[in-house]
Nanobody
Framework: QVRLVESGGDLVQAGGSLRLSCVAS????????MGWYRQAPGKERELVVR???????NFADSVKGRFTISRDNAKNTVYLQMNSLKPEDTGVYYC?????????WGRGTRVTVSS
């Protein structure tokens, strides 16, 4: 069974930084697309960033210029570097992968940004 496990969420002050990690149980190249989503309290889950293997990377307008995504294929890990955090970035962050027609979600990691 393919799994995605997130970590790195924490309580941080506004203006601070965090790096989230998503470790996949399978090689990253086996995913056709991967990304990060978040869900704020009382709101629907929304896209943060999504990249297509060998293709484009799309960031939500709200995080452009502040968040970056990177990957370490040797560790089967995708990272989300979040800088200049704002209280509105608070939420549970989920890693997402698309593989052979299936959508896989991690259980999430909580990020809280205090003002």
């Amino acid at each position: 069974q393919v799994r995605l496990v997130e970590s790195g969420g924490d309580l941080v002050q506004a203006g601070g930084s965090l790096r989230l990690s998503c470790v996949a149980s399978n090689a990253l190249f086996s995913f056709t697309a991967m990304g990060w989503y978040r869900q704020a309290p009382g709101k629907e889950r929304e896209l943060v960033v999504r990249f297509i293997s060998g293709g484009s990377t799309n960031f939500a307008d709200s995080v452009k210029g502040r968040f970056t995504i990177s990957r370490d294929n040797a560790k089967n890990t995708v990272y989300l570097q979040m800088n200049s955090l704002k209280p509105e970035d608070t939420g549970v962050y989920y890693c997402n992968g698309e593989r052979f027609g299936s959508i896989i979600w991690g259980r999430g990691t909580r990020v809280t940004v205090s003002s």
